[in-house]
């Protein structure tokens, strides 16, 4: 995703006092258990109104809220001309509607004390809004109110389409931003998830208002959202304003109903070769799961054992990952991370490695290296830590109603209902070593890979030497 904002101040009480709250459970009563505290939070409450929008929430009774519609709508949804429209419609939210100037709207949020955010990814769209629990009326009134009625006037574009340019420039020195993007337009070349979320420049020269409407038109439907919200919500009241400022949205088309078009993997290379950079930049990945397929935990589980490693990292050498150890004594790298990225029925799965142009071998050796000993010599051992750091930062990951609201919208999206602790606990916890190579041997190992190279790489060895790594051979 684009942009994902921490949560801070007032509105971080809500996971936090909930967490205080465990702790003093467990330390008053230390017969509780880790798994009961997990039973111990609020219910997601589930509510579709006539035209089908669905409304979720937890109330976590506290004074501050996060609120803010899902919408099944991103870059993937984009065709080759229209590509950028989706981020394009993000800038255009928090101006003019038919209701308010901008300068009103802005005037109006600040005097609640409120933050309004979005944020746009390849599948998915949001527009949400921080807020005092006694203010959710007048904000849910708002974002139907830019969702809903947005003027589009030409002014307000022109000034648009600069402000996305000059962020294009920005993301350009953003090299990770850059490489991964390169890493979608090879491993999904000729497919819509090839394309970045911005667009291309032609694109977002030429995008005009009746692009931005069409794609309103054609994507912003009732049952194609959520509205999510978390912290001190009453989700009656909830129901009630969904209804009253979210029910004329159409719930049908018109004409042809847009599909979800798959995406083929193709397991190839882009290399862009620029000696005047520091350092190399790659990412090496397969294909992997999506969202609600079985192997997606077995796979994250995989994804921690190779596990992230900095050189700023207080740790040093002292890491549990193998590869991290090896890259403090071979001095392997900059940097490296592993990523698992999920789509709705599709994925990639890889690390993502900053290295000197002098050790792009060595470096990439040692990363294929791990995934084929993972593959076929994963221990019991470091599958329950890598089990115990997922779930760490899973939890940590829920810190505050911002972070909950966005998870409750988006597993509404991906999965049609909100996955409870316990149960992604449970998922967690059935996995062991065998589980992990089970998956590992069906989607890396022996598997063509995708490649992604910025900056000094000369010394990257040519496609088939690294596809021939990626399986051993024993004796």
Not at 37 to 51: G, S
Not at 361 to 379: L, P, V
Not at 387 to 403: E, H, I, V, Y
């Amino acid at each position: 995703m684009l942009l994902r904002s921490l949560l801070h101040g007032a509105g971080r009480y809500a996971a936090r006092s909930s967490f205080r709250n465990a702790t003093t459970a467990l330390q008053t009563n230390p017969s509780i258990t880790y798994e009961q505290t997990l039973l111990n939070v609020p219910e997601t409450r589930v509510t579709a109104i006539k035209n089908g929008l669905r409304v979720a929430s937890e109330d976590y009774g506290i004074p501050t809220c996060t609120v803010g519609i899902w919408i099944d709508a991103g870059s993937r949804f984009e065709t080759a001309q229209n590509n950028g429209t989706a981020h394009f419609l993000e800038h255009m939210a928090f101006k003019s509607t038919n209701k308010r100037t901008q300068r009103d709207l802005e005037v109006q949020v600040e005097n609640l004390g409120a933050h309004l955010n979005a944020y746009t990814s390849r599948e998915q769209t949001a527009y949400y809004a921080k807020c005092f629990t006694k203010d959710l009326p007048q904000i849910v009134e708002i974002l139907s109110d830019i969702i809903q009625n947005t003027q589009f006037n030409e002014e307000e574009i022109e000034r648009e389409r600069h402000t996305i340019l000059r962020e294009m420039d920005e993301i350009e020195n953003n090299l990770q931003e850059v490489t991964f993007d390169h890493l979608h337009a090879t491993a999904y070349q000729g497919t819509p998830l090839a394309r970045s979320v911005l667009g291309s420049t032609e694109n977002i020269n030429s995008i005009k208002k009746a692009d931005l409407l069409k794609y309103v038109g054609t994507h912003y439907k009732a049952p194609r959202m959520v509205l999510s919200a978390a912290g001190g919500v009453n989700h009656d009241q909830l129901v009630r304003l969904s209804e009253e400022h979210f029910g004329k949205l159409k719930a049908g088309y018109e004409g042809e109903v847009p599909d979800l078009l798959p995406c083929r993997f193709s397991g190839s290379e882009i290399r862009v070769r620029d000696d005047e950079m520091p350092l190399a930049h790659i990412a090496l990945a397969v294909e992997s799961t999506g969202w609600a397929h079985a192997d997606t935990i077995p796979l994250m589980i995989a994804s921690t054992i190779v596990g992230n490693w900095d050189r700023s990292m207080a740790g040093g050498a002292h890491v549990a990952s193998r590869l991290g150890q090896q890259s403090v004594q071979y001095n392997l790298c900059h940097s490296y991370q592993s990523f698992n990225t999920c789509y709705t029925d599709t994925g990639l799965w890889g690390t993502y490695v900053v290295t000197d142009r002098m050790r792009i071998d060595d470096a990439m050796s040692a990363i294929q290296d791990e995934w084929c000993r993972i593959s076929t010599a994963c221990t019991d051992i470091e599958v329950e830590r890598a089990k115990k750091l997922f779930k760490t930062n899973m939890l940590l990951a829920l810190d505050g109603s911002t972070p909950i609201c966005e998870d409750i919208g988006r597993q509404l999206l991906s999965y049609g209902r909100r996955l409870p602790l316990h149960e992604l606990n449970a998922r967690i916890d059935a996995v062991d070593a065998k589980t992990v190579m089970s998956a590992m041997k069906q989607y890396v190992y022996n598997h063509c890979p995708a490649i992604a190279a910025v900056g000094p790489i000369e010394q990257l060895r040519e496609y088939n030497r690294t596809r021939s790594r990626m399986y051993t051979i024993t004796h």
